[in-house]
Nanobody, 121 residues
Framework: QVQLVESGGGLVQPGGSLRLSCAAS????????MSWYRQAPGKERELVAG??????????NYADSVKGRFTISRDDGKNTVYLQMNSLKPEDTAVYYC????????????WGQGTQVTVSS
């Protein structure tokens, strides 16, 4: 059973920073694209950032709303993906989810339990 465990959420003031972590297990982490999504109350879940495997140079992509403020990274030795969030805004408030889409026998989307990020003064 694939496991994704997020941590690092919390309450932060506008302009502040947070670093989210997602510890993965039970699949070959280094070979897969890892992504962060978020879902705000009353809104659909949206892609925040993704990072490719080392075989594609760890290519990254970001939602326009977070470009220049958020940075996704991965540590394949620790099976962990990170989301560094700077210059946070109230509109970044959401539950943040880690995601991996597997192929093969266990193909499908897998999600962590989510971590709450609240940006408020």
């Amino acid at each position: 059973q694939v496991q994704l465990v997020e941590s690092g959420g919390g309450l932060v003031q506008p302009g502040g920073s947070l670093r989210l972590s997602c510890a993965a297990s039970r699949f070959i982490f280094s070979t897969y694209v890892m992504s962060w999504y978020r879902q705000a109350p009353g809104k659909e879940r949206e892609l925040v950032a993704g990072i490719g495997s080392a075989s594609v140079g760890g290519r990254t992509n970001y939602a326009d709303s977070v470009k220049g403020r958020f940075t996704i990274s991965r540590d394949d030795g620790k099976n962990t993906v990170y989301l560094q969030m700077n210059s946070l805004k109230p509109e970044d408030t959401a539950v943040y989810y880690c995601n991996v889409r597997l192929v093969g026998v266990y193909n499908g989307d897998y999600w962590g339990q989510g971590t709450q990020v609240t940006v408020s003064s």
